[in-house]
């Protein structure tokens, strides 16, 4: 099989969550556990952090893999989903699996999937681990996919456990309130593995701190330990007894971000990674892990921003950072998936926002036609567009020289921009 080949037969054969939706979700770890009898239990063969959350666990996961990197440490990198390239999931010291270990892979153990009949996503996580076991990674950061509990990366012993935020995201799997949402993330806490939860939520902290109770697990909250703010281009980091360190220039410019360092820095000084390390691992993000579409400025003339946000709690902060920005118009370029509460979304987007209605190009996205009525009923107008890049390039040609063009809406409508 060519590497094309076999990405074809797995997004044909086994269905993927971030194309399909609820079709590819399983609610028991079962073809997991059968994947890793096939695969010699890779699981148990390396060291890892197990990351949970709704926002932010995919910040979270590249800013450690980058401080073990500068530590010295092998790192292993398995995220979701990926943006341009399925490669971007399994990453070792920044570097994407080879195309080549992607086909033997798959070709070695195509007879056994057949068998298991596993989804997409088990299959991936199946690869990734099998991946880091081969290469004896030292430690590997592992960011879940879609809650906790059930997900397939929750089979890891890890040296501890992160849970970032909680939102409402996916409540058709998860439950239909931030505590039902918290417990089933909850489900990465192990027996005696610390766990560190980012931030405070007055309907989900009691929830981590009676499931970490009954596995005899220390927990701490992030939010309780540092301050970060904003310093120039960088950053200022305070704990309980002053200035910890600051950064000249950090280069995740999103605001939420300071949410997410406050937890990797909590996260990497609990495994005893020493400052310097930190610091660099923070400033050296992007160039160490390849991290793009948080904040991403893609175009300078005119001002182009994407972020992949694409839930309540998420939504909120972005929309805060650019209602700070200075700018004469704005132009928003808008896809999204068809199993978001639509309703709770537009009303936080501006309504003297010029629109450009798209769809991201998998069976997911929501159609044109039906986001575009939504949105008017909402107080949003503008175009419908056959394209993400035709909404695009429609925008920075409309777009006058003061002002702000922004995409966003999914992490499949950024994927098509970055």
């Keep these: ?87 971007e999931r399994i990453r070792i010291n920044g570097e994407m699996i080879s195309k080549e270990k992607v086909v033997y892979f798959v070709e070695k153990n195509q007879e056994e999937f057949l068998r298991i009949k596993p989804s997409f ?48 995201d996916h409540m058709q799997f998860l439950g239909h309130s931030l505590a039902e949402i918290a417990t089933e993330k909850a489900g990465i806490i192990k027996k ?20 970490a109770k009954m596995q005899e697990s220390i927990l701490s909250f992030a939010q309780d330990s540092y301050q970060i703010s904003w310093y120039g281009n960088g950053l200022k980091i305070h704990d309980k007894n002053g200035l910890l360190f600051s950064l000249n220039s950090f280069p995740l410019k999103g ?26 691992g923070l400033e ?14 893609i175009n300078n003339e005119p001002l182009t921003v994407c972020d992949t946000a694409h839930n309540e709690e998420g939504l909120i902060l972005v929309m805060e950072q650019l209602h700070k920005m200075d700018f004469h118009h704005l132009h928003f370029i808008l896809a999204v998936v068809d199993d978001k509460l639509l309703g709770d979304i537009l009303k936080l987007f501006p309504k003297d926002a010029t629109y450009y209605f798209c ?14 009525e939504q949105a008017s009923e909402n107080g949003l107008h503008g175009e419908k567009y056959n394209s993400v890049q035709e909404a695009l390039l429609a925008a920075q040609t409309h777009a006058g020289p003061s002002d702000l063009v922004f995409v966003g809406g999914s992490t499949f409508t950024v994927a098509e921009v970055v």
């Design 121 to 168: 996503f088990e299959m991936t996580v199946g690869l990734a681990f099998s991946y880091f076991a081969d290469e004896q990674v030292d430690i590997a950061i592992i960011e879940t996919g879609l809650g906790g509990r059930l997900d397939s990366t929750n089979i890891v012993s890890p040296l501890i456990s992160v849970i970032t935020n909680i939102g409402k």
């Design 1 to 87: 099989m060519t590497y094309q080949e076999t990405l074809d037969w797995l997004f044909k054969q086994l269905p993927a969550f971030q194309r399909v939706g609820k079709a590819a979700y399983k609610a028991n770890l079962d073809n997991t556990y059968a994947i890793m009898d096939v695969l010699n239990q890779a699981h148990l063969k390396f060291k890892s952090i197990h990351i949970a959350g709704t926002n932010g666990k995919g910040s979270t996961a590249h800013m450690l893999a980058s401080i073990f990197q500068e530590a010295g440490y092998k790192t292993g990198l398995y995220t979701s989903p990926h943006l341009r390239d399925f490669r």
């Design 359 to 372: 769809k991201a190009d998998i069976p997911r996205g929501l159609a044109v036609d039906i986001l575009a």
């Design 255 to 280: 605001n939420y971000q300071l949410k997410n360092v406050c937890t990797t820095i909590h996260a990497a000084k609990s495994l005893n990674i020493a400052l310097p390390f930190i610091k660099k």
């Design 284 to 297: 050296n993000v992007k160039t160490n892990t390849s991290f793009s579409g948080r904040w991403d400025i």
């Design 192 to 211: 005696k593995i610390p766990v560190i939860i980012g931030e405070h939520q007055e309907r989900t902290d009691q929830v981590f701190i009676e499931r």
